[in-house]
């Protein structure tokens, strides 16, 4: 078996919760390519790669991961559709 360390990818909490019970709903990892990718609870909501910059994704769900994504970023105007989310995750 190959041993190999990993120091590029990684998992963090983003976000500004007043307890850590609910830090596994902003859960976020960073790939081996430097890509970082933005969860709400089970859902990709965001994503950044040297590509594309940053690309959130509009609200689609409800007042709790409105929070999630203006913790990531608070600019509304940057949010794009799921259609073009999805296009532009493709190039990643």
Do not use: C
Not at 69 to 75: E, H, Q, R, Y
């Amino acid at each position: 078996m190959n041993k190999t360390k990993n120091n590029i990818t990684r998992k963090w909490n983003y976000g500004n919760y007043s307890s850590d019970n609910y830090g596994s709903h902003t859960q976020a990892f960073r790939d081996n390519y430097g890509n970082d990718y933005y969860f709400s609870y089970n859902t990709l909501v965001a994503f950044r790669s040297n590509k594309t910059g940053l690309v959130v994704m509009e609200n689609y769900w409800g007042s709790t991961t409105g929070k999630h994504l203006n913790w990531i970023n608070p600019d509304h105007s940057i949010r794009v559709d799921e259609d073009a989310f999805d296009k532009l995750l493709a190039k990643v």
